[in-house]
C-alpha cells in the first residue's frame, strides 16, 4: 500500500525502487514453502505411489532434476526420496510433506551449493527455515508443523543431512576445485589395499 501511495503522490521511481526491492525480500523470505516446488496434486500422487521409481521420477521432475548432472543429481535424488519416506514414516499430509521437500531442497542448496556454510551455520538457517514453519504469526511464519514434528525433522535432519554434510560439500567443491580431488588422492588409502609394483 505505501508503495502504490508514493507512486500516486508522484515520488521519483529511484525513492521507490529501493523499497520495492526490500519488500521483495522480506515477502520471499517469509513465503511458506508448502506447495512450491512439489504441488498438491503431484504430493498426493506421490504419496499413492507404490514404487520407488515412480516416486524418484516424480521427485526429480519437482526438484527439476535431470540427468545430465550425473553423480550429483543421483546423489540429490536419493537426498529427496529418503526425506519424502520420512514424510510417508511420519503419516504427514500432503501440505506438511510438500513443506519438509522444499525446506530440505532449499536447506540444500543455500548451505551447500550456494553459500557454502560451515556446519553450525547450516543448522541455523535449517533452525529459521523450521521456525518460519512452526507457529502461527502472519505474516512471518506459518503453523504447518507442530512443536513435536520439528522435534522431529531436526533429529532425522541430523541423523541424515548434517551426518553427511561434509560429502555433500565435497561433491559440490570436487567439480569447481580439482585441487580437492588431488587432495582426496594423496589422504586416502587405496581401497583394496594393494600396492603398486
Known amino acids: 500500500v505505501a508503495i502504490e501511495a508514493a507512486m500516486e ?5 529511484s525513492d521507490i525502487h529501493p523499497a520495492q526491492a526490500l519488500l521483495h525480500k522480506l515477502e520471499v523470505e ?3 514453502l508448502a506447495f512450491t516446488d512439489v504441488p498438491r496434486a503431484e504430493m498426493e500422487a506421490m504419496q499413492a505411489c507404490t ?3 515412480d516416486v524418484v521420477a516424480m521427485l526429480k521432475k519437482c526438484m527439476r532434476l535431470s540427468s545430465k548432472d550425473g553423480m550429483r543429481d543421483e546423489v540429490l535424488s536419493e537426498y529427496h526420496f529418503h526425506n519424502f519416506m520420512f514424510c510417508q514414516k511420519n503419516l504427514f499430509c500432503p501440505e506438511k510433506a510438500s513443506a519438509l521437500l522444499s525446506i530440505m531442497r532449499m536447506l540444500h542448496s543455500q548451505t551447500v551449493m550456494q553459500e557454502r556454510m560451515p556446519q553450525d551455520k547450516a543448522r541455523k538457517a ?3 527455515l523450521l521456525e518460519r514453519h512452526c507457529r502461527q504469526l502472519p505474516p512471518f511464519s506459518v503453523g504447518i508443523f507442530t512443536e513435536h514434528e520439528v522435534t522431529a525433522i531436526r533429529d532425522y ?3 541424515t543431512f548434517f ?3 561434509a560429502m555433500y560439500a565435497f561433491m559440490y567443491a570436487q567439480w569447481e576445485d580439482p585441487f580437492a580431488l588431488l587432495s582426496l588422492m594423496f589422504w586416502c588409502p587405496p581401497l583394496c589395499g594393494c600396492t603398486e609394483t
Open 126 to 128: 535449517m533452525h529459521t
Open 51 to 53: 514404487s520407488k521409481e
Open 157 to 159: 535432519a541430523s541423523r
Open 163 to 165: 551426518r553427511h554434510y
Open 9 to 13: 503522490v508522484g515520488l521519483d521511481l
Open 30 to 32: 517469509n513465503q511458506p
